[in-house]
C-alpha cells in the first residue's frame, strides 16, 4: 500500500503539528524520530528507516545506528540539574516544574514544552544547519568540562532548537532513547538501504565500536569483522511457547534445558584475550573476574553463549544478588563471597577460531561438551564457576511436562526447548527455540497508592503500590505498572482522582477497594521491603472485580510462599 | 447523594468563601444540585433538575435536562431545544441586564463555543462572575472573551498547567490543511475527530479552505443545521449516510465526533488516516495513547497564558478554582500575590479525553 510517493510525504507531515521541515542535520534526525516514535505502522517506520539511511549524511548515519544499537554518549549532565537550568529560563517556581513533569511523564518533553519560543531567525540568516554528530561529539567533547560551560552549551543549543528539536536533543542528554523502533527494525532498513544481508549488519554493528571514530562504509563492511578480536556474535532469541508444545513432532528432535534466571551473556576468547558480553552488547568482562582464570584455560577462537548468574556449589541464587553486582565499578571481596557469579554454557558460536553457528545444535552441543570438559580437567575448582548447562532428559513430552513441574526446584524458571537441527540463528525468530516458563504465582493485594504514569500513559494514575493483609493492618509489598488494558487504566485513574484520601507529592493515597490478582515469576527475602520479600517481574494479573478488599491475600501467605518457592539461599 | 456530601465536607471548602455563610454574604453557594445563587433563587449550570437554571452554554456537561425554567444566551437556546428538547427557554443577548429577585444577572461572551456565555451577577454591590468554559482567542464564531470586572471570579482551568501553550489559530489551521492535502495526494480520506458542538465547526471551515469535498457525522450534521437555522454562516457540509457510497468518501474529509472514533462506522472510510483535534494533543502521550496518525492542539479552552490573562483582567479580589487543575492554578495565583481557592467539584472530574471541550 505505502509507495515510494508516499513514503517521502509522511517524513514531511509532522504527525504532532510542531515545527517545520528543513533539510538534512539535525531536523532531519528530530523528524525522523518523530515518525518513529507516533506511527502505529511498522511498513510506516521502516520506510521512513529507509528514507533517513538512504538521505542523512554518513556520519549522521553511524550516529543513528550508534543510538539505536543502545552505544549512546554518556550523560553530561544529571536530571535534576537539567531540570534547574530550565526553570531558571522560564521564571516560574520549581513545584509547577514538577506538577507539569508529573503530568507530561517525560522529562525532555516537560523541557520542550516549557521553554520559551526560540527567537526569530534574522531575516537572511540560515537555519543553525548543525548535526546530529555535532551535538553527539559536543557531548563527548564536554563530558569533563566545568558545569558552566555545559550550561552555556545546552542553553545556546535550546535557543537554536524548534520545539520538536528541543525533544529530540532532551532526548539524547537525559538518556533512555526508547522510541518506537528495535534495533531489528533498523537492521532491517539498512539491509534494504545497503543490499547487505541482515544478520550480517547484526554482526557487524555488534561490539566495540566507537560511533566518532568510524567512517560508515568500514562500520558496514564484512570484511571488518575479522579486525576485532572483541566482536561478539548477534544472539539468538527465543519466543514464548503458549501452548503445550506436543505437536512439535518427535521428542527427540528436541533438546530440552532448564530455564535460568539471569543475564544472557558471551564469553569470547581470542588471541589471549578474554570479553565478556551481555545481551545488551555491554561489556562486561571486568565486572566478573570468577571467568578471568578462562583467559588461561579456553582455547584461543572459542565463543560460548550461556547464562550469567548468581550460584554457589552448582546451586542458582537469587536473580537480586546479581543486580548488586552489575551496578559496581569496582568489586570488593565481600562482595565476591556473598554473591559469587558462575555461568552455565549452553551453546558454542565459535570454535578453533571458525564461526560454526550454521553447524545443526546437536553438533555444537558436543564440541561445547568437549571444550567444558578438557576446560575443567585443567582446573577442578573452576567447576563453581562454569558448568554446562544440563539437558533434560525425557523420552515422552508427557514425562517432560512432568518434569517441568520441578522447575522452581532447580532454581529456574522453566524450560527452554530447541530445535536439534537448528543454526544458531540472529535476534529472535520464530520455530527452533523456545522458552517455556512455569505458570506464574499469584496473589490477590489492593491497591493503596497510586502515581501517574510516563509515555503514552502521561497524565493519567497507572503505577500503583499495592498491599497485603497483615491482621487489622495493610502492608505494602510491590509496585505494579502493567498487565491491564487501556480501558481498564482509565476506568482505574477515574477511580484515583474520585477517591484520593492524600496526596504526598506526585503519590496519591487510595481508597484500598480495588482488588487486583498480582501475577510474579519468583520471589525472595529482602531486608529492604516493608513486607521482608521481593518479587520477579510483578505485573497486574486481572482486575478482581469480584472481590472485597476483606478477600485479599495476608502478609503469611506471601511468607508461606517465600518458604516455598523462595531460592534456598539468599545471600543473607 | 455521597458525593455532594464529598463536596460539602471537603476541606478545602471550608477554608473557601463558597458555602460560608455570614459576612458580606457569598453570592454563590455549592448544594447538592451545583452553583446556587441563594439571593436569586438560580442555579448556574445545575447538575440536576431545578426551578431556574442559567446555561453558560450547550455542552452536555453544562446543560441538564429537567429545570423548570432556562435562561441563556440567544445562539445557545436553539443548541439547547436541539439537545434537551422543549422546555421553557428564556434567552438574552450579551451585555443586556434580566433581574430575578433583585439579583441582576448578565450574560458576556465567554469565546468558548457559538452562544457561550460568563454569567456576572449583582446584589448589593458585589459583583460575581462564573467563567464557564472560556478561551482568549477569537476563533471568529464564538465572540471574542470579554473580561467583566468582579469582585470574585469563579474561573476553569482544564488546561491550567504551563505546557499548555496554544499556536495561533491560523498556524494550527495551516496545519490540518497541509494534513489533508498529504493524504489526498496520497488517496488517502482524512478523518479528523473533533467534539461536535465548537470544534468541528472550526475544523470544518479549516478544511473548506483547501476542499469542497467535506463530509460529518450525523451528530455534527445535526448541529450544522441548527446553527445555519439560527442564522450563522458555516461552509457546505455533507452527511454521511447508509447510502453514501464509497466512491463518494474517496480522498474526503470527513468530521467526526469522539465517540465514532474506532467504530465501525468508519470502515466505509478505508484507506483514511485519523487526526484528533484536542488541546490534550499537546501531549504527545495523549497522542500515542489514542493511537491517532496525527494530533493536532486545537482547543476551545484558555491556555495558561490565556487564563492568567484573563484573571488578571477581571480585577478579581479574590479567584475560586474550578474544573480542571484547580489546585495548580490556585496555588500558582496565590503565589503572585491574588487571593485563590480550589473548588473542587467530584461530579465533574476532568477527563482528558477530549470530550468535554
Given amino acids: 500500500m505505502i509507495n515510494e510517493t508516499s513514503n517521502n510525504s509522511q517524513l514531511q507531515n509532522f504527525p504532532l503539528g510542531v515545527g517545520g521541515f528543513l533539510d538534512g542535520g539535525f531536523s532531519l534526525f528530530s523528524s525522523l524520530v518523530n515518525i518513529l516514535g507516533t506511527s502505529t505502522k511498522n511498513t510506516e517506520k521502516l520506510n521512513a528507516l529507509q528514507h533517513y539511511f538512504s538521505t542523512a549524511s554518513d556520519k549522521d548515519k553511524v550516529w543513528v545506528i550508534a543510538i539505536f544499537s543502545g552505544r549512546r554518549p554518556k550523560r553530561i549532565i544529571n536530571s535534576t540539574i537539567l531540570q534547574q537550568w530550565c526553570v531558571e529560563l522560564i521564571d516560574l517556581p520549581l513545584w509547577l516544574f514538577e506538577e507539569s513533569y508529573h503530568t507530561v511523564g517525560d522529562l525532555a518533553e516537560t523541557i520542550a514544552l516549557l521553554l520559551p519560543p526560540k527567537p526569530p531567525t534574522p531575516k537572511g540568516e540560515s537555519q543553525s544547519g548543525l548535526t546530529l554528530s555535532h551535538y553527539l561529539e559536543e557531548f563527548i567533547r564536554l563530558e569533563k568540562a566545568e558545569e558552566p560551560i555545559k550550561k552555556d552549551f545546552i542553553i545556546t543549543t535550546w535557543m537554536q532548537l524548534s520545539q520538536e528539536e528541543r525533544f529530540v536533543f532532551n532526548k539524547l542528554i537525559t538518556g533512555g532513547f526508547r522510541i518506537g523502533v528495535s534495533q531489528k527494525m533498523m537492521v532491517n532498513a539498512l539491509a534494504k538501504t545497503t543490499k547487505i544481508e541482515a544478520s550480517t549488519i547484526a554482526h557487524l554493528i555488534s561490539g566495540n565500536w566507537q560511533p566518532a571514530n568510524i567512517n560508515f562504509a568500514d562500520l558496514l563492511n564484512p570484511n571488518m569483522v575479522s579486525k576485532d578480536d572483541s566482536k561478539p556474535y548477534p544472539f539468538y532469541l527465543a519466543y514464548a511457547l503458549e501452548d503445550d508444545p506436543q505437536n512439535f513432532g518427535n521428542i527427540t528432535e528436541w533438546q ?44 584461543d577462537g572459542t565463543v560460548m553463549d550461556g547464562e550469567i548468574l548468581p550460584m554457589q556449589d552448582l546451586q542458582p541464587l537469587p536473580f537480586s544478588l546479581l543486580q548488586t553486582r552489575i551496578g559496581r565499578k569496582t568489586i570488593t571481596k565481600k562482595q565476591l563471597q556473598e554473591a559469587p557469579i558462575g555461568f552455565f554454557a549452553y551453546d558454542l558460536l565459535e570454535y578453533n577460531t571458525t564461526d560454526i553457528r550454521t553447524k545443526p545444535l546437536q553438533e555444537r552441543r558436543l564440541l561445547l561438551e568437549n571444550i567444558i570438559n578438557s576446560t575443567l580437567a585443567g582446573n577442578q575448582l573452576l567447576a563453581n564457576t562454569i558448568q554446562l548447562s544440563p539437558t533434560i532428559q525425557a523420552t515422552s513430552w508427557d514425562e517432560l511436562i512432568t518434569l517441568r513441574q520441578g522447575s522452581r526446584d532447580m532454581g529456574s524458571e522453566g524450560l527452554m526447548l530447541k530445535r536439534k537441527s537448528s543454526p544458531y540463528q540472529v535476534g529472535r525468530k520464530v520455530g527452533d527455540w523456545w522458552k517455556w516458563k512455569m505458570e506464574p504465582m499469584v496473589i490477590d493485594a489492593v491497591l493503596i497508592y497510586a502515581q501517574k504514569g510516563h509515555g503514552r500513559r502521561s497524565n493519567l494514575y497507572t503505577d500503583y503500590t499495592f498491599a497485603v493483609k497483615d491482621g487489622d493492618r495493610l502492608v505494602t509489598f510491590t509496585k505494579a ?74 502478609l503469611e501467605d506471601l511468607k508461606n510462599m517465600l518458604r516455598i518457592y523462595g531460592n534456598k539461599k539468599d545471600g543473607k | 447523594m455521597d458525593k455532594v456530601l464529598d463536596i460539602k465536607n471537603s476541606s478545602v471548602l471550608e477554608n473557601s468563601p463558597l458555602g460560608v455563610g455570614g459576612v458580606s454574604a457569598a453570592l454563590l453557594t ?36 429537567g429545570s423548570n425554567h432556562y435562561l441563556c444566551h440567544h445562539l445557545t437556546k436553539p443548541l439547547l431545544q436541539l439537545r434537551l428538547g422543549n422546555n421553557n427557554y428564556q434567552s438574552t443577548t450579551w451585555g443586556e441586564p434580566v433581574y430575578i429577585n433583585g439579583v441582576k444577572i448578565s450574560l458576556h461572551p465567554a469565546g468558548h463555543i457559538i452562544g457561550s456565555s460568563q454569567i456576572r451577577i449583582e446584589y448589593n454591590g458585589e459583583i460575581w462572575v462564573v467563567s464557564g468554559d472560556y478561551k482568549t482567542e477569537n476563533d471568529g464564531l464564538s465572540g471574542a472573551f470579554e473580561a467583566v470586572k468582579c469582585h470574585t471570579f469563579i474561573t476553569e482551568s482544564t488546561f491550567g498547567l504551563p505546557i499548555y501553550k496554544w499556536q495561533p489559530q491560523a498556524i494550527i489551521y495551516q496545519q490540518i490543511q497541509q494534513w489533508i492535502l498529504e493524504n489526498q495526494a496520497n488517496n488517502t480520506s482524512s478523518v479528523l475527530i473533533a467534539y461536535s458542538l465548537g470544534k468541528a465547526q472550526r475544523v470544518i471551515e479549516a478544511a473548506a479552505t483547501i476542499t ?5 457525522h450525523g451528530a455534527i450534521w445535526n448541529t450544522h443545521e441548527t446553527l445555519l437555522n439560527t442564522g450563522i454562516h458555516l461552509p457546505t457540509v455533507k452527511k454521511v449516510t447508509p447510502e453514501t457510497t464509497k466512491a463518494e468518501l474517496k480522498n474526503a474529509v470527513i468530521i467526526a465526533p469522539p465517540s465514532a472514533d474506532g467504530t465501525p462506522w468508519m470502515k466505509k472510510f478505508q484507506p483514511y488516516k485519523v487526526g484528533v483535534c484536542s488541546g490534550w494533543m499537546q501531549v504527545r502521550g495523549n497522542a500515542r495513547r489514542r493511537n491517532v496518525d496525527a494530533g493536532f492542539s486545537l482547543s476551545d479552552h484558555a491556555d495558561w497564558p490565556g487564563l492568567l490573562q484573563a484573571i488578571k483582567a ?32 467530584p461530579l465533574m472530574p476532568p477527563t482528558p479525553k477530549g470530550e468535554e471541550e
Wanted: aromatic content about 12%.
Fill in chain 2, 30 to 65: 455549592y448544594t447538592d444540585k451545583g452553583l446556587y445563587c441563594q439571593q436569586g433563587g438560580f442555579y448556574i449550570d445545575p447538575w440536576g433538575a431545578v426551578d431556574k437554571a442559567i446555561i453558560t452554554h450547550a455542552h452536555s456537561d453544562h446543560a441538564r435536562w
Fill in chain 2, 314 to 345: 477581571t480585577q478579581a479580589e479574590r479567584v475560586l478554582v474550578t474544573h480542571g487543575f484547580q489546585a495548580v492554578l490556585s496555588r500558582y495565583l496565590t503565589e503572585t500575590g491574588i487571593e485563590a481557592y480550589e473548588i473542587n467539584t
Fill in chain 1, 256 to 299: 530440552a534445558e532448564w530455564k535460568w534466571d539471569g543475564i544472557r551473556g558471551q564469553i569470547i576468547k581470542r588471541n589471549g584475550e578474554l570479553y565478556v558480553w551481555s545481551r545488551g552488547e555491554e561489556l562486561m568482562t571486568d565486572k566478573f573476574p570468577e571467568y578471568l582464570i578462562l583467559k588461561t584455560l579456553l582455547p
Fill in chain 2, 212 to 216: 469542497n469535498n467535506i463530509y460529518v
Fill in chain 1, 481 to 554: 505498572y502493567s498487565g491491564l488494558t487501556d480501558k481498564e487504566f482509565n476506568e482505574i485513574d477515574a477511580f484515583v482522582k474520585a477517591n484520593s484520601l492524600e496526596k504526598f507529592g506526585p503519590v496519591r493515597t487510595v481508597k484500598p477497594e480495588l482488588v487486583f490478582e498480582i501475577a510474579f515469576e519468583g520471589i525472595a527475602a529482602s531486608a529492604r521491603h516493608k513486607s521482608g520479600v521481593a518479587l520477579r517481574f510483578p505485573r497486574m494479573n486481572r482486575w478482581r472485580k469480584d472481590k472485597k478488599v476483606d478477600e485479599i491475600n495476608t
